[in-house]
């Protein structure tokens, strides 16, 4: 079973900068490139684009 946490996205935030949040707290992907993250976040969520709005997105959790 995969286990995910909701991130809140600012107004402001861009996948990059989230990815890089990821990155540095969570233990599932602290070995993996950025771009790598991104294109996770991006179809867990069935984004399409780069562009994102405020709200949640869904992110693996490192509770599993």
Do not use: H, P
């Amino acid at each position: 079973e995969i286990n995910y946490i909701e991130f809140t996205v600012s107004s402001n935030d861009t996948l990059w900068r989230i990815a890089n949040i990821v990155k540095e707290n969570n233990i599932n992907y602290n070995n993996k490139d950025v771009r790598e993250i991104i294109f996770e976040i991006k179809q867990i969520n069935n984004l399409l684009g780069g562009l994102i709005g405020a709200g949640m997105l869904k992110i693996i959790s490192n509770i599993c």
